[in-house]
């Protein structure tokens, strides 16, 4: 059955919210980016892009409508040339979904790309 456009954008909302807190909760300074893969390619509501100041740690961050549809996140991120990096992280949180992913000339890179998914898990 069809979900009503106010139902839809309050959900949107409250979802945009909770990635902005979760994400808020990360120790370190983030800058909002572009999502690469977009909401578009990813089949997604809404994403936002996140890059972890001055460390080369990148994410995005999808909103679905249930957490049965990252599944499909998944097989599209496996599909498309511009997430093919090297280590990626995935995570979901309600119909948050996380794809991260760092530069590899950081040490310390994977300890805070960790770091920001745990943020992210915070409050499921």
């Given at each position: 059955?069809?979900?009503?456009?106010?139902?839809?954008?309050?959900?949107?909302?409250?979802?945009?919210?909770?990635?902005?807190?979760?994400?808020?909760?990360?120790?370190?300074?983030?800058k909002?980016?572009?999502?690469?893969?977009?909401?578009?390619?990813?089949?997604?509501?809404?994403?936002?892009?996140?890059?972890?100041?001055?460390?080369e740690v990148?994410?995005a961050?999808?909103?679905?409508e249930?957490?049965?549809?990252?599944?499909?996140?998944?097989?599209?991120?496996?599909?498309?040339?511009a997430?093919?990096?090297?280590?990626?992280?995935?995570?979901?949180?309600?119909?948050?979904?996380?794809w991260?992913?760092?530069?590899t000339?950081?040490?310390?890179?994977?300890y805070?790309?960790?770091?920001?998914?745990?943020?992210?898990?915070?409050?499921?």
């Amino acid at each position: 059955d069809k979900l009503n456009v106010n139902t839809m954008s309050d959900y949107l909302e409250h979802e945009k919210k909770k990635a902005e807190r979760l994400m808020k909760s990360f120790s370190k300074p983030l800058k909002e980016i572009k999502a690469t893969p977009s909401a578009g390619e990813m089949a997604a509501l809404y994403a936002v892009g996140y890059e972890v100041t001055g460390e080369e740690v990148f994410c995005a961050i999808y909103i679905y409508e249930n957490q049965q549809q990252h599944e499909t996140a998944l097989k599209l991120l496996k599909s498309n040339p511009a997430a093919q990096k090297e280590n990626i992280i995935t995570s979901s949180n309600g119909g948050l979904f996380f794809w991260g992913y760092h530069k590899t000339g950081n040490p310390g890179a994977k300890y805070i790309l960790n770091d920001l998914v745990s943020a992210f898990s915070g409050e499921e």
